[in-house]
């Protein structure tokens, strides 16, 4: 299925990678995975450093899960990216639709995150796609980092 435009060369994109993020200032990060029914791929609590070992000393402002694309970290275009992480969530749908709505869940996110060098990046997501990600309760985030070609590409967050 290809929903999003072609990945690589005309395009300019460097790396892709694609996670939904679910925070809560009232669920613990243990009680979000419990009710969505699959383990998180990282998860932390309220207060926990942001970067633990890393340069940054922010801390945490909600209890948090992810899960990520199984595409090729960073390797793979964004359409495949957005495409396994929809089909791998796809069977929990129903539980994260409930969780989104519950009081105390801050927010439901699906993250699509392009760095490229192209000057005008673009892609569409089909309305099947849309409506898939709409279905889990999940706002769709588009992320594009516009690099110079000489540019190093920043740190994934």
Known sequence: MADL???GGRFGTLKSY?????????HSPEEMAAAVGLPPD??????DLRRPGGRSTGRHKFNGITYDSPARAGGDGPHE????????????????RALAGEEGVDSVRLWLVQQTTSRNPAFSVSPALLAAIAEMGASLDLDIYVLDDDEETPAVP
């Open 18 to 26: 694609a996670h939904v993020t679910i925070l809560s200032s009232a």
């Open 81 to 96: 990216h957005l495409e396994q992480l929809v089909a791998r969530l796809r069977p929990h749908s129903e539980q994260l």
């Open 42 to 47: 990282s998860a932390w609590a309220k207060a």
């Open 5 to 7: 435009e072609p990945f």
